[in-house]
């Protein structure tokens, strides 16, 4: 739990209990909670899916996650954010990430979500392998974006 | 100096290993330690221009200057969510 303003961010192997996530962000100000219940399809281009192995770069992808948390109250007037990224392998209709978004009213929350969703799955250091019949390819994925190459250094003066 | 060097997902498999320590001249570049392992799997080398680097935790350009102590991780392409 994030001390400053009770936002939550994590990595976990169990299973997302994802009703204690919308519990944890709803509170009396409230009028909207707004969630995203990423789950592991059965195909992928129509070849049936045995099962995911997810792995991460845990310690920046949290860090990148909580980069997330932060930029969306930046962005939005929302109240709380939960983001529970699940890693390891994950069978078909387990839930491998969780969003909930409270705030006030509910554009805020539907965007922030949205935001929150699309910008984890370009920049946040997660990776998932897909298990079919007959062999395994890592999914394809987004390439972060890189910082501009840093000019030439220039002779002293 | 030593810097210690990750490898993620498929580049993981290449490579054989999630973690080395590589020991570079001093003034040395994220672009000369990927040269490193380049050298010696030129499959990770042909999957330069589809992945980032990070240093210390954050994304980094390939002309970033290393220090003793470092880490460095190569990254596929992203697929979480």
């Known amino acids: ?157 | 100096m030593r810097v210690k060097v990750l490898f993620f997902g498929r580049l993981k498999e290449i490579v054989g290993r999630a973690e080395d320590f590589a020991d570079l001249a001093d003034g040395s570049r994220i672009e000369q330690l990927f040269a490193h392992y380049g050298a010696r799997h030129p499959e990770l080398a042909r999957f330069r221009a589809s992945l980032v680097a990070s240093h210390n935790h954050e994304f980094a350009a390939w002309s970033t200057p290393l220090h003793a102590g470092d880490e460095v991780a190569f990254l596929p392409p992203v697929s979480g969510g």
């Open chain 1, 1 to 157: 739990m994030d001390p400053l303003n009770d936002d939550m961010f994590r990595l976990v192997v169990e299973p997302i209990d994802a009703a204690a996530l919308v519990r944890h962000v709803r509170a009396g100000e409230d009028g909207a909670v707004v969630t995203f219940d990423g789950c592991v399809r059965n195909q992928s281009h129509g070849r049936p899916t045995l099962y995911l192995d997810y792995e991460a770069y845990e310690p920046m992808a949290l860090a990148k996650i909580r980069e997330i948390g932060a930029e969306m109250h930046a962005r939005f007037r929302i109240h709380r954010v939960a983001i529970v990224h699940r890693l390891g392998r994950l069978q078909i209709g387990e839930t491998s990430i969780f969003i909930a978004v409270s705030a006030p009213h509910r554009p805020a929350a539907f965007d922030a979500c949205r935001f929150a969703i699309d910008t984890l799955k370009r920049t946040v250091p997660i990776w998932k392998k897909e298990y079919f019949e007959d062999g395994a390819v890592w999914a394809d994925g987004e390439l972060p974006p890189a910082p501009v190459e840093a000019p030439a250094a220039k002779p002293a003066s």
